[in-house]
């Protein structure tokens, strides 16, 4: 999948080509507090138009395995 139509991976919210850990911190900070813009475009791992819990269990669980 891309983000926003590009090459990237929906998660990698620093951009920075990987899915880790750092990734997952973002999205925890964006939930919980003004996210950016491109916030949805970038953290919505599962495609359904939210960031919430089940983007950070995605992302979880692709980082665990």
């Given at each position: 999948c891309?983000?926003?139509?590009?090459?990237?991976a929906n998660g990698d919210t620093n951009e920075d080509g990987a899915l880790n850990v750092v990734d997952l911190v973002i999205v925890v900070d964006?939930?919980?507090?003004?996210?950016p813009d491109n916030a949805l475009c970038?953290?919505?791992v599962n495609?359904?138009?939210l960031i919430n819990?089940?983007?950070i269990v995605?992302?979880?669980?692709y980082i665990i395995y």
């Open positions: 891309g983000v926003c139509d590009g090459d990237g964006w939930i919980l507090s003004d996210m970038l953290a919505d495609n359904d138009g819990v089940t983007d995605w992302l979880v669980d």
